[in-house]
């Protein structure tokens, strides 16, 4: 579970990461001033040839691989909610990083993030006991039917 929970957290540093250069990148870029189709030839040209837009595709691509690698290993319902950390690293950056502005508010959602991905762990942590439990005890039923311990009914 540690390999797990550290490769978890490195994806998600990237994407906190790919987060701020996506929006330095779209910020650079700038807004679509009409629709029209040499409007939208100038965004695309804008943002092919963005630095920060195209860090913030790699970084996001990272992350979307370390993504796939804890799939591949772990339970979805373990490992998907607990994706929802990143909110808690990208605000941290958006406020440290971008200055922006986070109100008591959004930090007591990230608060409630934090607490839901406490539980989640948690029930990862025990699950191996459950399921050690459950296991034991047709063992036991089946000592106690012959009331010898380890030995078989004849």
Same mark, same amino acid.
């Given at each position: 579970?540690?390999?797990?929970?550290? %490769?978890?957290?490195?994806?998600?540093?990237?994407?906190?990461?790919?987060?701020?250069?996506?929006?330095?990148?779209?910020?650079?870029?700038?807004?679509?001033?009409?629709?029209? %189709?040499?409007?939208?030839?100038?965004?695309?040209?804008?943002?092919?040839?963005?630095?920060?837009?195209?860090?913030?595709?790699?970084?996001?691509?990272?992350?979307?691989?370390?993504?796939?690698?804890?799939?591949?290993?772990?339970?979805?319902?373990?490992?998907?909610?607990?994706?929802?950390?990143?909110?808690?690293?990208?605000?941290?950056?958006?406020?440290?990083?971008?200055?922006?502005?986070?109100?008591?508010?959004?930090?007591?959602?990230?608060?409630?993030?934090?607490?839901?991905?406490?539980?989640?762990?948690?029930?990862?942590?025990?699950?191996?006991?459950?399921?050690?439990?459950?296991?034991?005890?047709?063992?036991?039923?089946?000592?106690?039917?012959?009331?010898?311990?380890?030995?078989?009914?004849?």
């Amino acid at each position: 579970m540690i390999r797990l929970l550290t %490769v978890l957290l490195v994806g998600l540093c990237l994407e906190a990461v790919g987060v701020v250069f996506l929006s330095r990148g779209l910020k650079e870029v700038g807004e679509m001033d009409r629709v029209s %189709v040499s409007e939208v030839l100038r965004l695309l040209r804008a943002g092919i040839t963005n630095g920060p837009l195209l860090a913030g595709i790699a970084f996001e691509a990272a992350f979307f691989g370390c993504l796939l690698h804890l799939m591949s290993r772990g339970d979805v319902s373990f490992v998907w909610p607990l994706t929802s950390l990143g909110f808690v690293l990208t605000t941290l950056a958006a406020r440290f990083v971008l200055n922006e502005a986070v109100s008591p508010l959004r930090w007591f959602g990230v608060c409630l993030i934090v607490l839901g991905a406490g539980v989640i762990t948690y029930t990862e942590k025990v699950k191996p006991r459950a399921a050690q439990a459950a296991s034991a005890v047709p063992a036991a039923q089946a000592d106690t039917a012959t009331g010898v311990p380890g030995r078989p009914q004849p």
